[in-house]
Nanobody, 124 residues
Framework: QVQLAESGGGQVQAGGSLRLTCSAS????????MGWFRQAPGKEREFVAA????????YYADSVKGRFTISRDNAKNTVYLQMNILKPEDTAVYYC?????????????????WGQGTQVTVSS
């Protein structure tokens, strides 16, 4: 069982930066693949980034590659999403999620646990 809580969202101007934090509780965090997803109003939940349990593997959606960085600290049960050069189209509720394994980690259905989400709003 893993419980997740996101923080760090807010409002920022285009070109700015934000760092999201996902704090996890539960003994399986260090063995879990962690992912970030986002959902804008009227749109489906969209994959953003994922990181393997040991942080050796990272995978990004094309729309954020080169601007966002996912990282984790297993000692602190925390995963981060550093978001730079933010654009208005990045506006969404951002969710962190936990899964086991790496196959298909861009699909929401692969994730067993989800946080409540944090709002990110980027103004032009």
């Amino acid at each position: 069982q893993v419980q997740l809580a996101e923080s760090g969202g807010g409002q920022v101007q285009a070109g700015g930066s934000l760092r999201l934090t996902c704090s996890a509780s539960g003994h399986t965090f260090s063995s879990s693949t962690m992912g970030w997803f986002r959902q804008a109003p009227g749109k489906e939940r969209e994959f953003v980034a994922a990181i393997s349990s040991s942080a050796v593997l990272r995978y990004y959606a094309d729309s954020v590659k080169g601007r966002f960085t996912i990282s984790r600290d297993n000692a602190k049960n925390t995963v981060y999403l550093q978001m730079n050069i933010l654009k208005p189209e990045d506006t969404a509720v951002y969710y962190c999620a936990a899964a086991l394994g790496w196959t298909g980690i861009s699909r929401p259905s692969r994730y067993n646990y989800w946080g409540q989400g944090t709002q990110v709003t980027v103004s032009s």
